[in-house]
């Protein structure tokens, strides 16, 4: 059985999580539909107009910058401690090395899946021959500026981007690993230090969190506005098939995760992630969205912390299944609108690259269009097919941030038991 005692809060802190929580969500899914609606009516009646560029400039911008700000700065201290302090709770080394490996084995399946997923939606209902030519060639042209770095050059610069985080995750880990070992009264020290700055970043989260509303009202206005929302009219049959390949990744793999491997029924695990999931959805941000899924995983579905937190750490980097799913569906998109229809053995190139790609993908906003480009170089397909596309990338980084961090959480909920569906010893 999954241990069903969540960590203990400071009473203040407890109190306040008591009090706010239970109309959070309604807050969320009021400012969701506030911005989109105030969004869409700027956007068709006074799109240019003095009033809503100083709104943009100096209400929407700065919200969503405070937001995001607020967010990052805990992102250091809460993935540190949190992978250090579930890494030094695991008692020996076996139980280390089996909580390791089971969280890499169910992030390798979770990627698989999404990869198979969406190249059978893609395949399926083939929505490159849709598109019309010139449609096609417009939308070309408005993106080639806006592409990002093809072929090699992608991959270096995308590497450049993703080292700090992964610094901190391994030297994290180390730090975590060591203190296992130690068992002094010095790392015991370090181990309740640890605990203390989670303990209090989790505390800061719960005022960040107030904002919350009001910066998923500014995100939503701010699309709404700038969004080329005819665009949907022209890729609707490449949105639709890859927001629907991401829910069926949603409902066929982690509600089964979650049910099969970790005992929580899928409706209860909704519950447990709707406030994560709305603030990944707006951040496209796995990164960002780390406070809001460590406390959503120990507070709401009363995961054991050396489980949730060595997870949700890792998973800022390593389980991206919605970037398998956009990068198969995406380079298969291109080729059939092209006419350009790939072999067996050209997809079974895609699918391997996708899934490595879900493993390993920078959790940032477009962070998966690099990923695209190299995989349009290795195949042989051409480069600038990525503009067709680039107009509603940031619509769908946000379906596949959510996700990507509720594949984290489910991933937490199924390793919190070991291979014999029992318990892992916690100190």
């Known amino acids: 059985m999954i241990e069903t005692a969540p960590p203990p809060l400071p009473p203040s802190a407890g109190h306040a999580r008591r009090r706010l929580r239970p109309h959070l969500q309604v807050r969320l899914l009021a400012g969701f539909l506030l911005g989109m609606g105030g969004g869409t009516l700027a956007g068709l009646f006074a799109s240019d107009s003095p009033a809503t560029m100083l709104l943009m400039r100096w209400v929407v911008k700065p919200v969503e910058q405070a937001f995001l700000f607020a967010l990052f700065l805990l992102i250091v201290p809460l993935l540190v401690s949190a992978i250090v302090s579930g890494i030094a709770r695991v008692r020996n080394m076996a139980g280390m090395r089996r909580l390791l490996l089971s969280t890499l084995a169910h992030m390798l399946a979770a990627s698989v899946a999404a990869a198979l997923i969406g190249l059978a939606m893609v395949n399926l209902f083939r929505p490159g021959d849709v598109v019309p030519a010139e449609i096609g060639q417009q939308l070309l042209a408005a993106g080639h500026s806006s592409a990002p770095p093809r072929g090699f050059g992608a991959l270096f610069s995308y590497a450049a981007v993703e080292r700090p985080i992964m610094i901190v995750i391994i030297a994290s880990v180390l730090v975590g690993m060591t203190l296992t070992f130690l068992r002094t009264r010095r790392s015991g020290h370090v181990l309740a230090t640890s605990e203390r700055v989670f303990d209090a970043g989790m505390h800061v989260l719960g005022y960040v969190a107030r904002l919350a509303p009001v910066a998923v009202a500014a995100f939503m206005f701010d699309l709404t506005l700038v969004f080329g929302w005819h665009l949907l009219l022209y890729l609707s049959a490449y949105v639709g098939v890859v927001v629907a390949a991401l829910m069926l990744q949603v409902m066929l793999t982690f ?12 409706a209860a695990f909704l519950r447990g992630v709707q406030e994560p999931a709305v603030i990944a959805f707006c951040t496209s941000s796995s990164n960002a969205t780390l406070p809001s899924a460590l406390k959503a995983a120990e507070f709401d579905l009363h995961l054991p912390p050396r489980a949730a937190r060595l997870v949700l750490g890792i998973g800022t980097i390593a389980n991206q299944g919605g970037t398998a799913i956009y990068t198969a569906v995406t380079v298969l998109f291109i080729a059939q609108f092209f006419g350009m229809d790939l072999s067996l053995g050209k ?39 990525i503009g067709l596309v680039v107009g509603v990338d940031r619509l769908l980084d946000m379906f596949r941030t959510m996700v990507n961090v509720v594949g984290d959480i489910s991933i937490a909920t199924a390793v919190s038991r070991d291979q014999h569906g029992r318990s892992m010893p916690v100190i």
């Open 255 to 266: 509600f089964a995760v979650v049910w099969m491997r970790g005992g929580v029924t899928p």
């Open 347 to 385: 997809q079974g190139v895609v699918l391997v690259v996708a899934a490595l790609a879900g493993m390993g993908t920078i959790g940032v906003p477009a962070g998966s269009l690099p990923t695209v480009a190299a995989v349009l170089a290795i195949t042989g397909l051409p480069p600038e097919g």
